[in-house]
Structure formats: C-alpha cells, structure tokens
C-alpha cells in the first residue's frame, strides 16, 4: 500500500519551513537533495507574536544588509508606493503542493488508453466541461471556476508544461520552478533575482510572501523582501502591554531607537536602526485592522470559507486590500492548501483541494475587478510536476512529469499554450511528454508582464522560446 503522502514531499515541507536561517536536521534534510532558494538569508524580525499565533507576523529577509537609518525605510516604501503609481504590473505565484494530477485536472475523457490506465480514476465522458480549445479534454468538475473563467478569456492553460530530463522528486523539481534554472546549487528565486535588479534597497513590500515564511521563488541576495500572516493580524504584542498602552511602548521604541541610530558601536546602531524603523510597516498596515485586531477591509465579493488548517481564501483577500490601498507590491507567493501528492485515495483529497483553490482564486479575481485593479495582476499557478499515467494499486497515482498549469487576469491571453500532449507517446517511466517549457513562461511574463529582459534573470533564456501570455 503506498503512503497518500511520500517521505519526500514531506521532508520537502519540513524543510522550507527552516528556510531563512534554521538549519535542517539530519531526519529532514539529505545531502542529495538541494537546499531551498533564501536558506540561510539573513533577517531581522520587525514584528513578533500575536494574540492568534506565536511566531514573526511579519518579517523582512535581507533588513541586515540596508544599513539604514532612522525613517529611510519608511521614505523607501512611500517611494515605491509613488514611483510604481496605481498601474504598476504586479505577479502572483500561487503553488499547488506535492505535483497536481494533470490528467484529473483536465481529463482526456473519451480516450480508451485513458481509461485502460484509470479504471478507477477515470472521469466518466459526460463529467465536467470540454475545453473549449480542445473537446478531447474535460475541466475536472471541482476546476468549474477556472473552466469559467478561461471561457471569458481570463485564464491561459498550459495543459502540458515541464522540462527536458524531468527529476520526480519533489525536492528537486521543485527548486527548479523556484530557482527559474535546471540548477541545484543556485540559491535566489527566480523572482528574487527580478527584485534584485528592479526593485530597491528600501522596500520590504516589493517581495511578499503570505505563506508566513520565505517563499523561495522571492528568495533575493540583495534587496530585502517580506513574509506576512494576515494583515489583521499585524500587530506589535509586548508581554502585559495592549491597546493604547501598547501603541504608546511602540512609539517610544521607535524614539529611543532614532537615539542609538549612528552610534559608535555597529551593534547598538544596527538595533537602534530597526528600532527606529519599527513602527513603520505596522503604520502601513494599520488601516487592516482596529483596535482589537478585527479587520477593517470587507471584500466586495464571496470568498469560500477557509478550513481549520488554513486561511487561503482570507489570504487572498488581504493580499486584494493590499494592492487596492496602493502598498508597493511587485512579487507576491502563497502556497495553496491540500493533499496532492496522492499517492493513495486520490479522489477525496484530490477534489477538496482543486475545490478550495478554484473557489478561492476566482473570488480573488473578481475581488481585483470589483476594485478597479485587475489589469494590474497577473496569477500564475504551477506545480512541481504531474503525476503518472497509470494509477497505483492503492487508487493513487505516482510521480509524474509532464503537468499543467495556469495564468489568471483579465490581461491574460487566454486560450492554449501548447496543445494537449495526448497519451499515445510517453516516456519512458509512463509519464504523459511536456510540449512547454516552464522556463519559456518565465522569460515570457518578465519581457511582457514587467518589460524587463529575461536573460539577466533566466539562465539560458536565449535559447528558450516565447509564448504571447499578455494582451
């Protein structure tokens, strides 16, 4: 019987939840296996610990190096804000864990070497809606959302989507659609290393992570980025201090800070820098919540409910708030919730996870429009591979390569990139061939999405195609 979840993606988690300085233990951790992008990045935490969580709320990756002094971070962000302007492209990279079924995804209903292979996986020909592009293959009836959305040309579809030489472990293929490289050793996001070269030394926003952790795709060597909980829940708790009382201990921190600032000692200069400097991201993002930690912001539009083990929809509509109360974001990850790498019972896990994703990433894009926003965002969602043709003997499927993907926003394409790679040719573990190269859509979103040159980011982008991804 195969386990739902394989040791490899677990450790794989395990991991990148030390990544921003924690070293990994033996149990998590094998010298095969490369380390995540922003392991070991050095950091400051600006805020820490909440009445809901214990823990940083908000903390910003690479503060150590700005060498800043008192209000330069705050200038930095109001800087950002003025200099991007209500227009500025923003792209969100939305992760599905452990490598999505691709053929339960969007299913090759009627095709006889599907069903010889999913005697028990199969979608049956009349479930979920045809692509329209395509009517060999069905949207998996839990993606309606995404099938609804790709029908008003807001959703271009990557049925087909890997790289040459596919490695199926998670650890591995997942750090290459991180890293942008079919490299192990490189240690920046491919998006970090965008930030690097187009963002600034002053502006934590510009990378933000809502995984409440490094995300590795922003992972920079030089500019500093941000991981935040929910923006309600951003708030600085000192032991027996709140309320006005708590706001008053804030103020004076960053008062007896300003005074250390320029000191002799490069210790003291350095806390009493970010002293100084802490009360400015909880300025910004005040206005999400009151007095008593309740949020301020309600979305103009249904997000589902989150579940006891996460707050994806309530992420995305934070991030929603963010961007229309003008916050200078370029970058945004999260991590979408779920059980997919299905090993065994798929079905169930399967169909609760695609559900909560579609639900919650078309809420967000009807947020975005509602709020007058949504030409300025573009959602990518990837994952790290597909999964094997023919189901295992525990009504699971195994590690794969070829997968599919997705890019969400009414400036979206739309349509196909790449066609259906059909099942009458696999490889040579069984595994449905990719016909797009995840790297090519990188080099495509930089050069259209943020007009920026992809080979100063992108190794090898030169020699890898374009697809038109943005009207």
């Not at 990557?158 to 050793?185: C, I, K, N, Q």
Request: hydrophobic fraction near 40%; charge should be negative.
């Amino acid at each position: 019987m195969h386990k739902r979840c394989c040791d490899d993606f677990t450790r794989s988690e395990l991991l990148r939840k030390g990544t921003g300085g924690l070293q990994p233990s033996s149990r998590e951790w094998d010298p095969r296996m490369p380390l995540p992008a922003g392991h070991g990045i050095d950091r400051r935490r600006f805020l820490l610990g909440s009445a809901k969580a214990a823990g940083a709320l908000m903390t910003v990756y690479g503060a150590g190096r700005l060498g800043l002094g008192s209000g330069a971070l705050s200038e930095g962000v109001a800087q950002a804000a003025a200099v991007q302007g209500p227009n500025s492209p923003v792209l969100v990279s939305v992760f599905i864990p452990g490598g999505l079924d691709a053929l339960s995804f969007l299913a090759p209903v009627a095709d006889p070497v599907y069903r010889k292979l999913r005697p028990t996986l199969a979608l049956g020909e009349n479930e979920g809606t045809p692509l329209v592009e395509d009517s060999r293959v069905h949207w998996h009836p839990t993606a309606q959302p995404f099938a609804d959305l790709h029908a008003q040309g807001k959703v271009t579809v990557f049925p087909g989507v890997g790289y040459t030489h596919p490695d199926m472990s998670h650890f591995t293929s997942r750090h290459y659609w991180e890293v942008g490289a079919l490299e192990t050793r490189t240690q920046t996001g491919w998006m970090g290393r965008y930030l690097d070269l187009a963002g600034t030394s002053s502006n934590p926003l510009q990378g933000l992570s809502l995984d409440g952790q490094m995300n590795p795709t922003i992972a920079t060597a030089r500019n500093p980025v941000a991981a935040i909980d929910l923006p309600e829940d951003f708030s600085l708790w000192l032991p027996g201090a709140w309320g006005e009382v708590s706001d008053l201990a804030v103020s004076a921190m960053s008062s007896l800070g300003q005074t250390l600032t320029g000191s002799s000692d490069p210790a003291l200069s350095q806390v009493g820098s970010i002293a100084a400097e802490i009360g400015t991201i909880q300025g910004q993002l005040a206005q999400f919540h009151d007095a008593n930690g309740k949020p301020t912001y309600t979305p103009p539009v249904s997000y589902p409910k989150g579940t006891q083990n996460s707050n994806f929809p309530q992420l995305l509509a934070g991030c929603a708030a963010m961007l229309a109360a003008g916050l200078p974001l370029k970058c945004v990850a999260i991590t979408v919730p779920g059980d997919f790498d299905t090993h065994s019972a798929q079905a169930k896990a399967f169909d609760s996870g695609l559900a909560m994703a579609a639900q919650s990433l078309a809420a967000f894009q009807a947020d975005l429009e509602a709020r007058g926003i949504a030409d300025r965002v573009l959602v990518h969602v990837w994952t790290e591979f597909g999964r094997r043709v023919q189901e295992n003997g525990s009504k699971g499927t195994d590690h794969g390569a070829g997968g599919a993907g997705l890019l969400i926003g009414t400036r979206a394409a739309g349509g196909v990139v790449g066609e259906w790679p059909g099942l009458g040719r696999l490889d040579a573990n069984g595994n449905m061939l990719f016909n797009v190269d995840f790297r090519s859509v990188y080099s495509s979103l930089l050069e259209q999405w943020f007009s920026h040159d992809a080979a100063s980011v992108i190794p090898g982008a030169g020699q890898l195609p374009r697809y038109q991804l943005v009207r």
